[in-house]
């Protein structure tokens, strides 16, 4: 396996990278007022995924920031819920990639939540500001 950068936010807010997926084994911290998972603890994972499997696909000396993201809630996750992310890169561009993903909770088929994603490739900062794991 190569190696992986993960972004201190990831870690901080317990989102595991899993192969070429995103987990995070929810609890009351991550929950709204209503007791669902918080749409942002959602969207941040989406976004990792997306641009993570983005990053993938490029040179080690490239790297992928989000220019878009759009992120439909289809149903609440709930305290407790293994939430798994998923993505699928849709095109890997020179300056641009475009991808999609998808958040359901371990062991179901039915999403939480969708994304679409729009990426812009950029030259990889120096010193490399992510941690490595």
Same mark, same amino acid.
């Given at each position: 396996?190569?190696?992986?950068?993960?972004?201190?936010?990831?870690?901080?807010?317990?989102?595991?990278?899993?192969?070429?997926?995103?987990?995070?084994?929810?609890?009351?911290?991550?929950?709204?007022?209503? $007791? #669902?998972?918080?749409?942002?603890? &959602?969207? +941040?994972?989406?976004? =990792? %995924?997306? $641009? #993570?499997?983005?990053?993938?696909? &490029?040179? +080690?000396?490239?790297? =992928? %920031?989000?220019?878009?993201?759009?992120?439909?809630? &289809?149903? +609440?996750?709930r305290i407790g819920d293994t939430l798994v992310a998923s993505a699928v890169v849709r095109k890997l561009g020179r300056s641009l990639a475009y991808a999609d993903g998808t958040v359901t909770v371990e062991g179901s088929d039915d999403p939480v939540a969708t994304a679409t994603g729009v990426f812009a490739i950029i030259r990889r900062p120096t010193p490399d500001p992510l941690v490595r794991f």
């Open positions: 396996m190569t190696e992986r950068m993960v972004a201190p936010f990831r870690t901080h807010n317990d989102m595991v990278w899993d192969g070429e997926v995103v987990r995070c084994a929810t609890m009351a911290h991550h929950a709204n007022l209503g $007791g #669902g998972i918080h749409g942002g603890v &959602l969207a +941040a994972m989406l976004d =990792a %995924v997306m $641009g #993570g499997n983005v990053i993938l696909g &490029l040179p +080690a000396d490239k790297m =992928a %920031v989000t220019s878009s993201m759009t992120v439909n809630y &289809l149903r +609440a996750g």
